[in-house]
């Protein structure tokens, strides 16, 4: 990669966070160790190379959805990891390739909006002779942004001696600050990637309260544990036409239950037929799976209502997209 040229940059993750209105608020009293080291690290990538699975490995927790279908994540999502002497925010952002929709275009968006705020990129590969793609090279270029080369899936070798000579060809490199293989799956050298991220940022100050981990509200966990799971059941091209957004989410009065009722978009009525199955027993199935997971996370027990509607093209359109809050901040 050639010499990048350090540009101005803009928080523009932090500007979605209202991270000036957390700073002045107070509300992150600062009392950090000397040397505290902070900031933001973009996870960026082709589709299914796993930037999803890295970034719950690193958390410890399961933050972002992960399924053997590329284009699974469809907005950056950030996890902050806490440590005694840093704290590193991380962007898991979706799979990089040219858009084909205007809900494409939204995603290439969200992976430049994670770039521009970010001090560190990870550039996630699968490919073990560690090509990597031009144009989203040309993305952390523009951005300006530091990057690790992270190749995954390194598990799946028979003989790990064929990434000697990608280490070799990238040591030699100015582009890439260092090169990692690991596995995200199994866990496989992440720790010391981790470190090393931490060594790479700069000394600052905390900027989220340490109880803050994410910016994944409830409402959109749901929305993306149950798109999971329609995912994992579903093939073809349904996935990609899916769409979850929660419509009531309250708390029952004695009982305290937290009552969910989400629907889920498909563009036709073909595809709504397949999603509910015979006699309602596909809809069930992915009800009672997501419920399972998001149970899981909140560490409660919850109603979740689902119902099947049909937005026809809304992968093309303003309204919709913004609607189902597919929309740049
Ligand atoms: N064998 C192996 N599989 C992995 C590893 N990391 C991820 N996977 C699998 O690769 C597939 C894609 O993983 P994701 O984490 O969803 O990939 P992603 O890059 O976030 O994909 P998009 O959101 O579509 O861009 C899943 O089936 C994962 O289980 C790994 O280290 N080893
Ligand atoms: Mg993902």
């Not at 582009?175 to 000394?203: C, H, M, T, W």
Request: overall charge neutral; aromatic content about 6%; hydrophobic content about 40%.
């Amino acid at each position: 990669m050639s010499t990048r040229k350090k540009k101005t940059r803009t928080r523009g993750d932090a500007r979605t966070l209202d991270l000036d209105k957390i700073l002045r608020s107070g509300e992150v009293r600062d009392e950090t160790p000397e040397g505290f080291r902070s900031g933001f690290i973009a996870i960026i990538g082709r589709p299914n190379v796993g930037k999803s699975t890295l970034l719950n490995r690193i958390l410890g927790e399961k933050l972002a959805i992960v399924t053997r279908k590329p284009g699974t994540t469809r907005r950056r999502l950030l996890g902050v990891l806490n440590t005694d002497n840093a704290q590193a925010a991380f962007f898991d952002t979706p799979g990089l390739e040219r858009p084909a929709s205007k809900l494409g275009r939204f995603l290439l968006e969200e992976v430049k909006a994670a770039c521009a705020g970010a001090d560190l990129a990870l550039f996630l590969t699968d490919d073990a002779e560690g090509e990597v793609d031009e144009n989203a090279l040309a993305l952390i270029e523009d951005a300006g942004v530091p990057a690790f080369l992270v190749i995954n899936k390194v598990d799946r070798l028979k003989d790990k001696a064929i990434l000697l000579p990608v280490l070799a060809k990238y040591a030699e490199d100015d582009g890439f600050r260092s090169v990692y293989p690991v596995s995200a799956l199994k866990g496989d050298n992440v720790e010391p990637l981790v470190e090393d991220i931490i060594q790479a940022l700069p000394e600052g100050p905390r900027y989220f309260s340490p109880d803050m981990t994410t910016d994944v509200s409830e409402a959109l966990l749901i929305e993306e544990f149950v798109r999971e799971q329609v995912y994992r059941l579903l093939h073809k091209e349904i996935p990609y036409a899916v769409a979850v957004k929660v419509r009531e989410m309250e708390r029952a009065g004695r009982s305290g239950l937290l009552h969910v009722e989400a629907e889920i978009y498909v563009e036709r009525k073909s595809q709504r037929g397949i999603l509910v199955g015979k006699g309602g027993n596909r809809i069930k199935k992915i009800g009672e799976l997501s419920r399972t997971e998001i149970e899981r996370r909140l560490g409660e027990q919850i109603y979740l209502g689902l119902k099947v509607g049909i937005k026809p093209n809304w992968r093309q359109k303003d309204a919709a997209l913004s609607e189902l809050g597919y929309e740049n901040i």
